[in-house]
């Protein structure tokens, strides 16, 4: 039941020349067999800055995210249509190479999914399967990703440890690093930090600040202070529509609906 007057969406483009946009989603829907998901979405992420998706649980942050990668293809139910367009390609064409795509837009999952291997293998794992053999080579994107990740001083010496051994913070911080090694232009991360005591929470956010240099992010968090602190804009989500979209401040500060203002401060979600 909507509380809300859906109709009244706020600012979802950037105009200016200036911002470089990474990834756009045009009328996007998402279906799971007969009920409507997300209802017509159109967003676009600037290049190198971070985007929070933001909305209370089963407005459909998780479902939207998802699609930018065609992790809902997994779902037998879902329907995805509308275009997601990166470059000059849309994802959500079937000629898509998926598993191609994928390597260009990552994901990073809410629970730490380390594979049972060591640290190292975490990381060259998909890198031997993509063709990188050399140890050299390896061995120079472990460190690399690792240091990117934020863990490389901590596990510099047990590398060849179990990935299990490390605590949630730091197996999640490897499997940020475990996504940077395939080169991705875009991370999405889906809530990576709501599994985590608040100092791995803290190292993961600071992490995922040095991280826009050289990435995209797009993270959905339900942790609203946690947009406000890593995040340059900000989308609010509500029963399927991205209702209203803006840099990070603004949308805390000035927003430009009740529903987004009843929202951030408190009053449901
Ligand atoms: N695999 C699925 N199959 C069917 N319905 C789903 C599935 N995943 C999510 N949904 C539906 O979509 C709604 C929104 O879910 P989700 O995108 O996870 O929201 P959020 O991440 O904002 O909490 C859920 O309440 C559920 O009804
Ligand atoms: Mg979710």
């Avoid at 060591?118 to 794992?125: E, Q, T």
Wanted: with cysteine; aromatic share 8%.
């Amino acid at each position: 039941m909507q509380k809300y007057d859906v109709t009244k969406t706020a600012i979802k483009t950037f105009s200016q020349p200036e911002h470089e946009i990474a990834l756009q989603t045009n009328d996007l829907h998402v279906y799971y067999g007969d009920h409507e998901q997300i209802k017509g979405v159109a967003l676009q992420f600037e290049r190198y800055k971070i985007s929070a998706i933001i909305g209370p649980s089963g407005s459909g942050k998780s479902t939207y995210l998802r699609a930018l990668n065609r992790m809902n293809d997994e779902i037998q139910s879902a329907k995805v249509t509308g275009s997601i367009m990166y470059r000059d390609l849309d994802v959500n064409s079937p000629q898509v190479d998926v598993y191609e795509m994928r390597k260009h837009i990552g994901m990073v999952f809410q629970r730490p999914n380390p594979f049972a291997k060591s640290i190292y293998d975490n990381i060259a794992f998909a890198l031997r399967r993509h063709g990188t053999k050399k140890k050299a080579a390896l061995d120079e994107i472990v460190e690399k990703t690792l240091q990117q990740a934020g863990l490389w001083k901590e596990v510099k010496d047990s590398l060849s440890k179990s990935a299990l051994a490390l605590s949630g913070g730091q197996q999640q911080r490897l499997c940020i690093a475990r996504a940077l090694a395939l080169k991705p232009d875009i991370l999405l991360l889906d809530e990576p930090a709501s599994a985590l005591d608040p100092i791995s929470t803290s190292v993961v956010e600071d992490t995922l600040t040095q991280l826009k240099k050289d990435y995209t992010l797009i993270v959905v968090t339900h942790n609203m202070q946690q947009a406000a602190r890593i995040s340059d804009y900000t989308a609010f989500f509500y029963d399927g529509y991205a209702l209203e979209y803006g840099a990070t401040n603004q949308i805390f500060t000035q927003p430009e609906l009740k529903a987004t203002n009843d929202y951030i401060s408190g009053h449901f979600g």
